[in-house]
């Protein structure tokens, strides 16, 4: 069938994007869902730094490309051997299905799927097909086995989580990067407390995400929630998502903030170093950015042993999406996340190289297309 997608062609071209439009909106075709698959109906989809990092070149990917990897969309259909899904059913995608076989996926969320980061990289499906198509038959990589910046998708059934039909679109597709990987980051890797203070070090998407997963887990109880970040225009919106109190790194540190977990969500070498400092002794350092190839932090060794610190990473939130999607979907419905604090503005798919510059530039938590 054709759809309407956004492919990205080339990588590390010259900001700004509005300019340069490394995304091309256009038609293409897409196939049947194979084996294992389902074709969905995509209803709004986010624009996180990952996507970001893909276009200036920072995490090369297979060219060409159809970007987008957190969204929400509708089941249309399902290929041979999907029967606990049924057409209708309102879903999540999710940008690193797991296979449930390989040695890290039995670590419980702690290591990612061996095979399904391998298919990632290679801009596959898990099957190794592409399901995406130029008019000539040339084949058009899939991003992180999702490809949401289109008005449809065909994703292994492992790419999705089901939600209920009362989880709005926009709420949907967050819950599956920036609420799964920020909040999880705080719940599984950090394993935050009722009554335990946090610091949240860089307060993008995936921070305020943690910072809203904080202060559900540990306000009722008495603890703090901090945030750090040294772009102040940040500061006010982590305010009205809950945090107690905001600092720019510098301020931060002369006041010796500290707490026992600590989540470095900025994906910068400082970050990290700014989120060691502040972990208290015999606290926790989780570290959820992701930092350009080759990125180097320094921190004094003596204080891990002397001081008993653990520093932990977590990708994708160290979660089992199936397990955390639902448990973050209660806590949205009970009132206690409200995600939809993360959205920032709504766009269309002719909006997003003017998106990619606004993101680039630090002003938007979540800009989300809405189809």
Known sequence: ????????????????????????????????????????????????????????????????????????????????????????????????????????????????????????????????????????????????????????????RRSVVRVGSDVPPTVAAVLGCAVLTGGGAVRNAGGLLAGQDLIVVGLGGVGMSAVLAGRAITHGAGGRVIGIDSNTDKHATALALGADAVYTPQEAADLGITAPVVVEAAGHPRAFETAFHATAPGGTTVTAGLPAPGALSQIPPLTVTAEARTIIGSYLGSAVPARDIPAFEALWRDGSLPAEKLITSTITLDELNEALDILDSGDAIRQMIVF
């Open 1 to 156: 069938m054709k759809i309407t997608g956004a492919v990205l062609t080339r990588i590390g071209v010259e900001r700004p994007y509005a300019s340069s439009k490394p995304l091309v909106v256009r038609e293409i075709e897409l196939d049947e869902p194979g084996h294992g698959e389902v074709r969905l109906r995509i209803e709004a989809a986010g624009l996180c730094h990952s996507d970001l990092s893909v276009v200036n070149g920072t995490r090369p990917r297979p060219m060409p490309m159809l970007l987008g990897h957190e969204a929400a969309g509708i089941v249309e259909a399902l290929g041979p051997g999907v029967d606990d899904l049924e057409v209708g059913d309102r879903v999540v995608t999710v940008f690193l299905p797991r296979c449930e076989k390989c040695a890290n996926c039995l670590t419980g969320g702690k290591l990612p799927c061996t095979p399904g980061s391998e298919t990632n990289g290679a801009g596959t499906l898990p099957s190794g097909a592409r399901r995406l198509h130029e008019e000539d038959g040339a084949e058009i990589h899939h991003h992180l086995g999702v490809s949401g910046f289109a008005t449809h998708a065909v994703v292994d």
